[in-house]
């Protein structure tokens, strides 16, 4: 990974404490709506699985000039700039780590995700997703390389009715094995205060 570099924008509004808190006290509201929800959702607005999870409940706002710029590995540069999704916040936690970094074992407020993923001839991408962790009690050994995802209780918006609710990593780990490239795995990252 690369040293932290200087920070482009605001830092967020709340704690991983208070995220997970305001993420609990939304469960059965919202409506999801790709691409929408920033910092001041609420109630029954619509949001997706970032503006849910990262934007609403840390106190991000989803526009960021120069955010996620400025690196390059043997994988290329990065897939978005000056907005905050999934793909960004990734691979800001990699490089940059301007707002997030690689976390190696869950807690309450990190937040677990995995990137859109683009494939040659395919019209239509794999859209990314991203829930917050709320707890772990079930997890009583970790292996990072090897992640139970399943064994994470999380809250997330998704494309159902009410939007926000709470549930597990399950839903990671079977993305994982659907995508086994690491570039495609779900990654735990901690957005920094």
Known sequence: MSPARASTGPRP?????????????????????????????????????????????????RHRP????????????????????CNSMIEDAKHGQELAEVAFTPAPGLLIMYPTIHLPGIPHPWIGHVKIIVGVDRVTSWDHDHPDWSLIDTVEC??????????????????????????????MVRIIP
């Open 13 to 61: 509004l709340y704690s991983a404490a208070a995220a997970v808190q305001r993420a609990l006290d939304r469960v059965g509201h919202g409506i999801y709506q790709l691409g929408t929800g920033d910092i001041l959702s609420s109630g029954e607005d619509k949001r997706d699985c970032f503006g849910f999870a990262v934007c609403e409940c840390f106190g991000i706002t």
């Open 66 to 85: 120069g955010y996620n710029r400025g690196w390059n590995d043997s994988h290329g540069g990065p897939t978005v700039v000056d907005d905050l999704n």
């Open 158 to 187: 998704m494309p159902h009715t009410p939007a926000i609710v709470r549930g597990t990593g399950a839903g990671m780990a079977a993305h994982d094995k659907l995508w086994p490239l690491p570039q495609h795995r779900t990654v």
